[in-house]
């Protein structure tokens, strides 16, 4: 029997080492995993790498692990935004190393690492500072940036609905990086507000195919990043 | 006459009347935003953001928030009906593979071969923050610059080459301003409008690079 349901948060963090890379769901407060970033900080794993879209904003959540000193390196698009104390204070002092990839070379880096790709050309950054390094190719006329695959140790996911096969929905925008997220991680972590019955999502109603999903944690009523702030 | 410079609200209003009928647009935050206010009725335009939604309506009422629904700037919208909400990597894959037709960005500095830069100053001291600014850039079919013509301190914001870091190179088509509509072609900077009042002589003044003036130009009208 195949069942990817776990009944605590401690259980559905387990095992994440130290030095770990971590993708985080979320855009802005939509779709963060409140009480999975909760559950890895009580875990304690450290010299963490964690790929997220945005750095946190006040104290709670991904500012919150930003804050214990366990992340060495945050792989971001938009780190600084309003409220993102935590992540400037660090980074001014030289304690949480930045990689700034754009937003769309980011999310299709990861697409690459869960889909089997060794890498892309992107026109995205060609000619600008963020193409310093790398190489790049004149296609058809015009210039691309190879840009390599990211993949994760462990996802963190916030969905609407599970099954116990991993299957997943969410919740309008706070889709956003999760499915492929779930896809680029070699242990993707899934809270979602509702398990139901195998079923009781309709197939074609399947965002994130359980092919992709490890463990699913059951948390009704999930704190909303953008509540908590 | 004394020259009249367009308000935010009067440029919006004339970027606004540009936007063609059925295209799919992603507005940057700010002014690119104000000028979806004043596209005319009687036109369809589906709006794009980056978090995964087709189909941007304007912003809630008070108190009908929903925080799972909010735009690239991370302010709350609405849904029309008909729109679809999907992915990132979708979102990025319309923008990248040339499916949305206009891009309105705010800029900090155009140069005249279309090069943008709207993302950093180059202050070292700051940490950097990107988001979909390149994508956007790069992606677009069209993209349309949006700004005041000079800065605060009146220097010119339109310039030979950036100094300004790229956001991206050579794809800026056209710039509002408050002072003039600019179409960018290969043999430069066509000045198709001018603000009320304004002499060509003090347009190019307040530019760091070379203007023309197009033979039928007229006094913008918003």
């Known amino acids: ?229 | 006459m004394t020259a009249k410079p367009l308000t935010r609200d009067e440029i919006a209003k004339r970027v606004g009347r540009d936007i063609p009928d059925g295209a799919y647009v992603n507005l940057g935050i700010g002014l690119p935003t104000l000028a979806a206010n004043y596209v005319p009725s009687d036109r369809e335009v589906i709006y794009h953001s980056e978090n995964g939604i087709l189909g941007m309506g304007p912003a809630p009422k008070k108190g009908e928030e929903d925080l799972d629904i909010i735009n690239a700037g991370k302010q709350p919208v609405t849904l029309l009906p008909g729109a679809a909400i999907f992915h990132h990597t979708d979102a990025f894959a319309m923008i990248r593979g040339g499916h949305i037709d206009l891009a309105l960005l705010g800029a900090m500095q155009v140069a005249a071969n279309g090069d943008l830069a709207n993302w950093s100053t180059g202050d070292e001291t700051l940490p950097p923050a990107v988001g979909g600014a390149m994508d956007l850039g790069a992606g677009a079919a069209s993209v349309w610059a949006l700004m005041e013509h000079t800065t605060k301190n009146g220097e010119p914001k339109i310039l030979e080459r950036c100094t300004y870091p790229l956001t991206a190179a050579g794809v800026v088509d056209r710039i509002y301003t408050n002072l003039a509509v600019i179409e960018v072609t290969p043999d430069g900077l066509i000045v198709r409008e001018m603000a009320p009042g304004l002499e060509f002589e003090e347009l190019q003044a307040k530019t760091g690079a070379k203007l023309t003036l197009a033979n039928d130009w007229r006094a913008i009208e918003f």
């Open chain 1, 1 to 229: 029997m195949l069942d990817k349901r776990v009944s605590s948060l401690a259980a559905a963090v387990e095992g994440i080492r130290d030095g770990a890379v971590v993708l985080i769901g979320g855009f802005g407060a939509s779709g963060i995993p409140v009480e999975l970033i909760d559950g890895l900080i009580e875990q304690g794993a450290k010299d963490l790498t964690v790929v997220t879209n945005n750095a946190g904003s006040g104290h709670a959540d991904i500012a919150k692990l930003l804050a214990t000193g366990r992340v060495k390196r945050i792989v971001c698009s938009f780190p600084r935004s309003a409220g993102s104390v935590v992540f400037e204070e660090l980074y001014s002092a030289g304690k949480l190393e930045l990689e700034l990839v754009p937003q769309g070379t980011l999310s299709e880096r990861m697409r690459a690492a869960g889909a089997g790709i060794g890498g892309f050309f992107t026109p995205t950054a060609a000619g600008t500072k963020l193409a310093e390094g790398k190489e790049t190719r004149v296609i058809e006329g015009r210039e691309y940036v190879f840009e390599k695959p990211l993949k994760g140790d462990v996802a963190l996911i916030k969905a609407e609905t599970a099954d116990r096969w991993g299957n997943l929905t969410f919740r309008q925008t706070a889709r956003n990086f999760a499915p492929t997220m779930a896809m680029a991680a070699d242990l993707t972590i899934v809270q979602a507000s509702r398990i139901v019955d195998l079923g009781g999502i309709a197939p074609e109603q399947v965002m994130t195919p359980g092919i992709f999903v490890d463990r699913v944690v059951e948390i009704p009523n999930p704190v909303h990043a953008g509540q908590a702030a």
